[in-house]
């Protein structure tokens, strides 16, 4: 009798059409993040083939959250399939946005061209590739294991592209991640069909702005000049604050190894007059800036306590005023974070880890991201720390122009999250 990875494994390279063509209907679907287009069309999809599969699926609009609007609601599924007997709930969590196109690409960025084991297109990599991949997954493991015990479910969740709170934080706070629904989450983000991430470094980002006062451009000494004064916090962050962060090493498993330091990115900056719209012929207005800005991006590791993150900000800018006359202030809080990372001995982890050896035959590397993505909710508002994050693709791919996916790379994770199931749901009894 042929053994049951084998089984497992034809019934999913049974599928390789299926998956190719599921990954390129899903990129075909041009769901971009802003403003949040066709979120409705992809989970109407992704309903009609759950639903097909056997799943009970349920469409969740993310009412009032952020970005949340007529023109551009925000929709989530979550399909579940139960089992023959009572069990754990295996999860899988994919977010269907996308971020924007950008310039540089050779082929359709919504065409989902397929060549040389590739398919092509924005979100191939990150992450249509590994929520299709999950469901060949899940539909293969169920043909060979129909009476599995437990539940899998899997959702396609908005907005993580712009800190998830049109999805999955929004379906924690409902109750979606709570652990006595749900006991292992795997969040198929693209970190190499032979990692598992473990979680990321907490992020803070700020908004600082300086003020000054408005004058006469042919009279800047009757004003004051904002931009001045940021350039002189600009100048502190050079001298003291990015070798500071230099100095912090974690412990965490970071990749790449850059990030394991602290960092600080200025994601922008302005001062004066607003900018005007890129058809606009006139000249600026002669006026010295009363204000400006930069948006910050801290990135924080797990040895950090984000109150000193922020204190070390604050006395920055405290250190210029003591040395600037009029120098003023204010610091915004936009968005944060703190770091997240499961137990290497959870039990998600070290069946992923068994499944990856069975077939790669070889052992996991363990990352934490540099970034944040949806493991941060679902640990902080879910308080589900049984979650990874596993699936197909090269980090380095997503956001890129000519962003691919490769097809054996989906069908060894499919293997992969396959036999996952096979170890957390059959009790050892439909595995034999």
């Known amino acids: 009798m ?3 990875p084998e089984r497992l494994a034809t019934a999913i390279e049974n599928r390789r059409e299926a998956l190719i063509s599921l990954t390129q209907d899903l990129i075909r679907i041009p769901t971009l993040n802003p403003p949040g287009q066709n979120y409705r069309a992809i989970c109407s999809y992704l309903a009609e083939r759950l639903g097909t599969a056997g799943f009970e699926v349920e469409m969740i609009r993310a009412e009032g959250a952020p970005a949340d609007s007529t023109e551009y609601p925000r929709w989530n599924i979550i399909a579940r399939r139960e089992g023959a007997a009572p069990g754990d709930c295996v999860h899988f969590n994919s977010h269907h946005d996308v971020v924007e196109v950008g310039h540089g690409w050779t082929v359709d960025p919504f065409g989902g061209e397929v060549k ?5 297109g924005r979100g191939a990599c990150d992450m249509k590739g590994g929520l299709a991949t999950s469901i060949i997954a899940a539909e293969a493991f169920i043909e060979v294991c129909p009476d599995f015990h437990g539940a899998i479910e899997i959702s396609a969740t908005a907005d993580e592209e712009s800190g998830g709170f049109g999805g999955v934080a929004y379906l924690a706070e409902k109750g979606y991640f709570n652990p006595e629904r749900v006991q292992h989450v795997i969040i198929p983000e693209p970190l190499n069909k032979d990692r598992i991430c473990l979680g990321h470094r907490g992020v803070w980002w700020a908004e600082i702005e300086t003020k000054g006062r408005i004058a006469h451009g042919s009279m800047p000494f009757l004003g ?3 931009v001045r004064h940021m350039g002189a916090v600009l100048e502190e962050m050079e001298a003291t604050l990015f070798p500071l962060l230099a100095s ?6 970071v990749v790449p190894e850059g990030a394991k330091q602290s960092t600080l990115n200025i994601n922008s900056i302005h001062g004066g007059e607003p900018v005007q719209p890129e058809d606009y012929t006139g000249l ?3 006026c010295v800036p009363d ?5 910050i991006d801290r990135r924080f590791l797990m040895e950090e306590d984000l109150k000193e993150v922020k204190a070390e900000v604050t006395a920055l800018l405290e250190r210029v005023k003591a040395e600037r006359p009029k120098f003023e202030y204010e610091i915004h809080d936009l968005f944060e974070v703190q770091p997240s990372m499961a137990d290497r001995e959870a039990p998600v982890v070290k069946t992923v880890a068994a499944a990856i050896e069975k077939v790669l035959a070889k052992q996991p590397d363990y990352v934490v991201s540099p970034g944040t993505y949806d493991q941060k909710h679902i640990d902080r508002i879910g308080k589900l720390k049984n979650c990874i994050a596993y ?3 090269i980090l380095d791919l997503a956001h890129q122009p000519d962003e691919w996916v490769g097809i054996q790379d989906m069908i060894d994770s499919a293997n992969v999250m396959a036999l996952t199931l096979a170890e957390l749901l059959t009790q050892g009894d439909s595995a034999n």
């Open 224 to 226: 004051d000049c904002a």
């Open 116 to 120: 040389d084991g590739r398919v092509y």
């Open 291 to 295: 204000r400006c800005k930069i948006t």
């Open 248 to 253: 912090k090493r974690t412990e965490m498993p």
């Open 284 to 286: 600026p207005s002669p």
């Open 391 to 393: 699936g197909p693709g």
């Open 2 to 4: 042929t053994d049951f």
